[in-house]
């Protein structure tokens, strides 16, 4: 799950980390207020959209200027004008793709005077099970290009859980960014209150880019980007409120309801597959056959026939789906209930479009025999192979 920035930082601020002072606007009339309680003589107007890069972000209306989604005003008139152009306006950055993000809220901010802009951000490193924190210089860039362009600015340290973050921690951090003296000190200290937050509220990612040093020689946490593992939501119940449901795909909205991993994808075929590792291989094989999936869905091990309906139901709601593959094995899940699953919501929602089906495993003559006789236009196939060149070529045809 991900959050805005103004929460991430409400958050940040909670355990003590250096964040600018700031007021969330939803609306236009929570500005004055906003604005009024934070001193000058810069004020900042961003953006509060689930993606990044909104500073070199381009709004999709005229009126919103041509300036990007992070905003410095020197008085509060002009902080004014830019929530007015702002809200409810598109925004598109690198990150939201071409048909861009409505900003729904803003966040009004103190402007802090930047010396230097660091980047810094925690996650679980996969190889040790550890967080990981990772450092660099380069603050305020696309930290994927200096890690493709300059590796050596990239640091990274690792946290053993046992001791937490220690002394030395610190100083490796003020290494990597070039710091000593009180900054150094600053640095340590912050280390050791971001892993505190990414620990105990369950996070799966954050990133403080830019990390900055003021003028007048404090770090600040100018940006932060916060998403929660999902799986442990559960153990914080007062997190659930952040979720802001406007920012999601309304289809995850609708899997996430029948407990489905679905993530949806831009591309035109529609695929229910079950095991994530089968899932995978099935977007693969239909990029080799020179097709785009539309989404990923494992509809799980034990999935019942209302889910396997629900699932088939999403995938047909998405417009750009021109073609369906079902790819099944059976091994606790049982291949005659997927096809029970895909007749039900066939019949309920109709189909538009070409449908393979592939069942192997369990009960698979059954789940064959259910569909050859519902009189569904389905294309069976015999392996993924099969399937695969099958589904591309129908919507190739179609095309
Ligand atoms: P994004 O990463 O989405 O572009 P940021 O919050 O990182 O958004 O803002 C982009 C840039 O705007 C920053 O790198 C910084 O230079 C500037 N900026 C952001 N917030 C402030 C602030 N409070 N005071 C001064 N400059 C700011
Ligand atoms: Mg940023």
Not at 194 to 220: C, H, Q, W
């Amino acid at each position: 799950m991900n959050i805005h920035e103004y929460q991430a930082k409400a958050l940040l601020r909670r355990f003590g980390a250096p964040v600018p002072d700031g007021h969330a606007v939803l609306k236009a009339e929570d500005f004055e207020a906003a604005a009024g309680s934070l001193p000058g003589p810069v004020w900042v107007v961003k953006s509060q959209i689930h993606a990044g890069g909104r500073g070199k972000g381009r709004f999709v209306e005229a009126e919103a200027g041509e300036l990007g989604g992070v905003r410095l005003a020197k008085s509060v008139a002009e902080a004014k004008g830019f929530v007015e152009q702002m809200l409810g306006r598109t925004l598109v950055t690198k990150q939201t793709g071409p048909s861009g993000k409505q900003v729904n809220r803003l966040y009004v901010e103190e402007g802090s005077a930047i010396e230097k802009e660091f980047y810094l951000s925690a996650l679980v490193d996969r190889e040790s099970g550890w967080v990981a924190f990772v450092a660099s210089t380069e603050g305020g860039m696309d930290i994927e290009e200096v890690a493709h362009a300059t590796p050596e600015k990239i640091h990274t340290l690792t946290i053993d859980p046992v001791t937490g973050v220690q002394p030395h921690h610190g100083r490796t951090l003020s290494k990597a960014l070039g710091l000593s003296g009180d900054l150094a000190k600053q640095a340590s200290d912050l280390i050791g209150k971001l892993y505190e937050a990414f620990t105990s509220l369950d996070m799966a990612m954050l990133e403080i880019n830019p990390l900055i040093v003021t003028k007048d020689g404090k770090l600040r946490c100018l940006d932060a980007k916060v998403s929660f593992d999902s799986n442990a939501l559960y153990r914080h119940p007062e997190l659930a409120e952040l979720r802001d449901l406007t920012e999601e795909d309304d289809k995850e909205i609708e899997a996430s309801k029948h407990d489905l991993a679905y993530i949806a994808l831009d591309g035109t075929i529609g695929c229910m597959v079950n095991g994530a590792g089968l899932a995978m291989a099935t977007l693969d094989i239909i990029k080799l056959y020179g097709e785009e999936p539309a989404n990923f869905l494992d509809v799980g091990g034990g999935a019942s026939e209302e889910k396997v309906t629900a699932a088939f139901k999403i995938i047909t709601a998405d417009p750009n789906v021109q073609g369906i593959l079902v790819n099944i094995f059976g091994g606790i899940m049982k291949c005659d209930v997927i096809a029970r699953g895909v007749i039900a919501a066939v019949r309920a929602v109709g189909l538009q479009v070409p449908l393979v089906v592939r069942l192997e495993g369990t009960n698979v003559e059954e789940g064959k025999r259910i569909i050859a006789e519902s009189g569904l236009n389905v294309l069976p196939a015999d392996d993924l192979d099969d399937a695969a060149q099958k589904i591309v070529a129908a919507v190739k045809k179609g095309a």
